[in-house]
């Protein structure tokens, strides 16, 4: 078992978030700083060794600007440090649904190994059992779902709010690509946390459904874990705003016994925290 860290949620930015409005910036070398610091790993200090970057939100959504300029800078990290970064392009399908061929590029040079939907933030309904809006979501979501299946890379979504983003209304979705692994991005706890439960229950019905950490709170956290077991759980900070090591001390606890953590093994711990999602998106280990 490879005993390295990897967050698969970090932002970068070169400017003030123009939706979220934190800043003044989260620049490359901020990250890889954050990255290099001693992080005590059940009794070791470990760095964080690669990281999945994406751009700020915002520059996909209020800027007009194409995929390939919301993308500039993130594009940049991973040229700079391609031995450890790797891109994870945020798609707003309201706008780029007819761009993604650029994707293909990116699978071969720049390190692409995940697609983002963000629901919430581009304002649609994910497809449903409805007829409508089913069929004008199809439209938007299915394409980006077809090409995640085409790259044979996983599909991370936002989920934490209503109405579009709670995790009960990707089930849909889970089971038109099945063979599509789908990371719920929080779990659904970004802004409600108790959307977690509903996040586990899905992934316990649904095989290709995994769940993400950042902003999930000790209480879920512990029911994750007996819930779907370590194998589902990927480590992610969503820095920034989100210090890294601080999402880090919350799942790396699993370690400690009960009541603080769970008792989770050692190997266990490092799948959560970098394994399950270099297997998923094959990244080196």
Request: some cysteine; overall charge negative; glycine content about 6%.
């Given at each position: 078992?490879?005993?390295?860290?990897?967050?698969?949620?970090?932002?970068?930015?070169?400017?003030?978030?123009?939706?979220?409005?934190?800043?003044?910036?989260?620049?490359?070398?901020?990250?890889?700083?954050?990255?290099?610091?001693?992080?005590?790993?059940?009794?070791?200090?470990?760095t964080?060794?690669?990281?999945?970057?994406m751009t700020?939100?915002?520059?996909?959504?209020?800027?007009?600007?194409?995929?390939?300029?919301?993308?500039?800078?993130?594009?940049?990290?991973?040229?700079?440090?391609?031995?450890?970064?790797?891109?994870?392009?945020?798609?707003?399908?309201?706008?780029?649904?007819?761009?993604l061929?650029?994707?293909?590029?990116?699978?071969?040079?720049?390190?692409?190994?995940?697609?983002?939907?963000h629901?919430?933030?581009?304002?649609?309904?994910?497809?449903?059992?409805?007829?409508?809006?089913n069929?004008?979501?199809?439209?938007?979501?299915?394409?980006?779902?077809?090409?995640?299946?085409?790259?044979?890379?996983?599909?991370?979504?936002h989920?934490?709010?209503?109405?579009?983003?709670?995790?009960?209304?990707?089930?849909?979705?889970?089971?038109?690509?099945?063979?599509?692994?789908?990371?719920?991005?929080?779990?659904g706890?970004?802004?409600?946390p108790?959307?977690?439960?509903?996040?586990?229950?899905?992934?316990?019905?649904?095989e290709?459904?995994?769940?993400?950490?950042?902003?999930?709170?000790?209480?879920e956290?512990?029911?994750?874990?007996f819930?779907?077991?370590?194998?589902?759980?990927?480590?992610?900070?969503?820095?920034?705003?989100?210090?890294?090591g601080?999402?880090?001390?919350?799942?790396?606890?699993?370690?400690?016994?009960?009541?603080?953590?769970?008792?989770?093994?050692?190997?266990?711990?490092?799948?959560?925290?970098?394994?399950?999602i270099?297997?998923?998106?094959?990244?080196?280990?």
């Amino acid at each position: 078992m490879s005993q390295m860290v990897i967050d698969s949620h970090c932002h970068i930015i070169n400017q003030r978030e123009p939706v979220w409005g934190w800043g003044p910036y989260f620049r490359i070398n901020d990250l890889i700083e954050m990255m290099d610091r001693g992080y005590d790993v059940m009794g070791e200090t470990k760095t964080v060794e690669k990281a999945i970057v994406m751009t700020g939100l915002g520059l996909t959504s209020v800027m007009n600007y194409s995929i390939e300029k919301a993308h500039e800078y993130p594009l940049l990290a991973i040229k700079k440090y391609p031995e450890r970064l790797f891109l994870n392009p945020v798609i707003n399908p309201r706008t780029w649904v007819n761009d993604l061929d650029v994707l293909n590029e990116w699978k071969e040079t720049a390190n692409l190994c995940m697609l983002k939907l963000h629901p919430s933030m581009h304002n649609y309904y994910l497809p449903s059992y409805n007829p409508y809006p089913n069929e004008a979501s199809k439209k938007m979501v299915y394409p980006v779902f077809d090409k995640a299946r085409e790259l044979g890379v996983p599909v991370m979504m936002h989920q934490g709010e209503t109405p579009y983003a709670m995790p009960a209304q990707i089930a849909p979705l889970a089971e038109t690509y099945p063979d599509v692994p789908i990371i719920v991005a929080h779990s659904g706890a970004n802004n409600l946390p108790a959307l977690a439960n509903d996040a586990i229950l899905l992934a316990r019905t649904h095989e290709n459904i995994f769940l993400g950490t950042s902003w999930v709170q000790t209480p879920e956290l512990h029911q994750m874990y007996f819930a779907v077991g370590a194998g589902k759980i990927i480590f992610e900070s969503d820095c920034s705003p989100v210090s890294m090591g601080h999402a880090l001390r919350f799942v790396t606890n699993l370690h400690l016994p009960a009541p603080l953590g769970v008792g989770a093994s050692k190997d266990e711990v490092y799948k959560m925290i970098g394994g399950n999602i270099a297997q998923l998106c094959n990244i080196p280990a």
